[in-house]
């Protein structure tokens, strides 16, 4: 399954032999500008999800916030 995983990230195919063509660059890419591609998109998915993660602090910083407020009467 790890292995599965590791080609659908890559952009290939599950089932589809490592020979086949459809799996490779489209004509006129490098191997180069498709890495550098999916590193473009891999940092932007990680963008998202720091920013997600910092929202969901701030979200249950602030319900804690609340909560103190509330039992010290505030």
Excluded at 21 to 39: C, F, H, I, K, R
Excluded at 42 to 69: N, V, W, Y
């Amino acid at each position: 399954m790890n292995a599965e995983f590791k080609l659908a990230a890559a952009g290939a195919n599950p089932g589809v032999s490592a020979g086949s063509a459809t799996g490779g660059p489209a004509a006129g890419e490098s191997v180069d500008d498709v890495t550098n591609e999916n590193a473009g998109l891999r940092d932007e998915i990680d963008g998202l999800a720091r920013a997600r993660r910092r929202a969901d602090a701030e979200s249950t910083a602030d319900e804690k916030l609340a909560a103190l407020k509330r039992r010290m009467g505030k």
